[in-house]
């Protein structure tokens, strides 16, 4: 059966509320994130690929803002260490509620999810942690203490996927990319009335930063090795690397 389709902001909407992970958004996620998020599936399918490579036995794989657990449900299908769990992290209700009920339906055991502020889970005995578009929406001022908890509780070895929405310092970069990606969404379908109410929606909710920014912040934290592995506009996945 197709996902319900996303159509929030079709209508005129007096005043565009901040966007927030809801209900409403719950019901359209898997269409709203397919349709917006340039290379998602691809993404899904290689956190997959390399929780399979980087989960050591008796360790714990995290999916900090997991959503609706399609990163979660992609490491689970790869992983063949021993004992590894699968701890998945959101701090919506709604998104938690549901993705508890997919997991149910998708009969695949061993993803344990909690609803918490990933900024307030211990995060211990990682092999894997997986960011997928989750970082964006932490407030800037507390990205680099949250990372620094992250690394801490990565394993030797261990791996951090970190897939954001990128800005460029360069104008015309920053320019171009944004009026691709809005193409891209009209590709999908999309209404300039709807890519324009839901930039407004997004203002100050989704804050993204240069590639070089994260790069830097994450090797000051203690990451020896990060590099973007995929892009597709201004959407990125990187893969940062403890020693
Ligand atoms: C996927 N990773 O499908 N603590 C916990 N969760 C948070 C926090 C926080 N502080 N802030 C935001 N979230 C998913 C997609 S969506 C990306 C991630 C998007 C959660 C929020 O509730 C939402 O579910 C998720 O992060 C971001 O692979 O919609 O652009």
């Known amino acids: ?32 994130i397919q349709r917006s998020v340039p290379g998602y599936a ?12 980087f989960a050591r036995d008796d360790s714990v794989c995290f999916d900090l803002g997991c959503s609706l657990g399609a990163a979660s449900l992609a490491m689970r299908r790869q992983i063949v260490a021993n004992n590894c769990r699968v701890v998945a992290v959101d701090c919506s209700e709604a998104m938690v509620e549901q993705c508890r009920k997919n997991l149910a ?42 990372l620094a908890k992250l690394y801490r509780g990565l394993l030797p070895g261990g791996i951090l996927i970190l897939s954001e929405k990128l800005a460029f310092d360069d104008p015309r970069q920053q320019e171009l990319q944004t009026e691709m ?3 891209f969404k009209k590709a999908q379908g999309y209404s300039e009335l709807e890519i324009s109410q839901k930039r407004s929606a997004l203002e100050n909710v989704l804050i993204p930063e ?9 090797k000051s934290v203690g990451f020896s090795s990060v590099e973007v592995w995929f892009q597709y506009f201004n959407f990125a996945s990187m893969i940062a690397l403890k020693c």
């Open 210 to 218: 240069a590639f070089a920014v994260h790069r830097q912040r994450l």
């Open 105 to 146: 339906d998708s009969a695949v055991a061993g993803v344990d999810v909690v609803c918490a502020d990933i900024r307030d889970i211990p995060i211990e005995n990682a092999s894997v942690v997986v960011l997928n578009f989750t970082l964006q929406f932490i407030p800037l001022a507390d990205r680099e203490a949250f």
């Open 42 to 53: 691809a993404i899904i399918s290689a956190i997959g690929l390399l929780a399979g490579r």
């Open 181 to 183: 990606h809005h193409l």
């Open 1 to 32: 059966m197709p996902f319900p389709k996303d159509s929030l902001y079709a209508n005129p909407l007096g005043e565009v509320g901040a966007f927030k992970f809801d209900e409403a958004v719950v019901k359209v996620f898997p269409d709203m």
